[in-house]
């Protein structure tokens, strides 16, 4: 094993990562938003929107995120929607992630007794105050686990950006392969930067989760 030829390209492999955590971002970011506004229309009294919520979530939850961005990137441009590669992934694995967002906080929402909402009713809040002061905080609480596991995955699945050719970690360790013929030592240091990626967000969501949904204390 001789790593010492990866060396050379470490500024390329340092940007692959910092493409890797944008796109990881931006599409949580854009799927949260998805998933919230989803959240909230199959919450919603109508059926057409409820339907195309759940037509939406079945789609992209039962098909491969790699065809979905293959349709982005390859299909969309025929209709006259053309993206660069980086704009096309981050739009597909919004759209993937979203779609599990959506039940994620469904069932954040789904998760607080009604009793809670028809006390908060019965002390005269507004419905905006009975959602913020007596649905979200639970909500949240019941769901922060979940969007953080998705999360980590997200992060995992940007690499089949690289078959679009952007230019995200994945994609860069294929051309220092290429340059190097070093197959094992750029593949395991890749590894281990998705590892270490990996788990630094999960101990950053538990700190977060600790430090924002800490119970009170009794006393």
């Not at 195309?52 to 025929?78: A, C, D, H, K, M």
């Not at 599990?100 to 809670?116: A, F, H, T, W």
């Not at 019965?122 to 019941?142: E, K």
Request: proline letters at 5%; glycine letters at 6%.
């Amino acid at each position: 094993m001789n790593f010492l030829p990866l060396w050379r390209y470490r500024d390329q492999l340092i940007d692959g990562t910092l493409v890797t955590l944008e796109l990881t971002v931006i599409a949580a970011c854009f799927g949260l938003l998805i998933g919230t506004a989803g959240a909230v229309a199959l919450k919603g009294r109508a059926k057409p929107t409820r339907w195309l919520v759940r037509g939406y979530i079945e789609l992209f939850r039962n098909t491969p995120s790699l065809i979905q961005l293959f349709i982005v990137f390859f299909v969309l441009p025929s209709f006259g929607l053309k993206l660069p590669a980086f704009e096309a992934a981050a739009v597909a694995l919004s759209l993937y992630f979203g779609a599990y967002s959506v039940e994620i906080i469904r069932s954040g929402l789904d998760s607080v007794p009604k009793s809670q909402i028809e006390a908060g009713q019965c002390l005269g809040l507004s419905g905006w105050q009975v959602f913020v002061h007596i649905l979200l905080p639970p909500a949240l609480r019941n769901a922060y686990p979940a969007v953080t596991s998705q999360f980590v995955l997200l992060l995992l699945g940007t690499s089949l950006a690289s078959q679009v050719a952007a230019d995200e970690l994945f994609h860069v360790a294929g051309f220092v392969e290429s340059r190097t013929y070093r197959s094992f030592e750029v593949y395991a240091v890749i590894c281990a930067v998705y590892f270490a990626m990996a788990m630094s967000f999960k101990i950053l969501f538990a700190v977060v989760g600790a430090l924002a949904f800490r119970s009170p204390r009794r006393r």
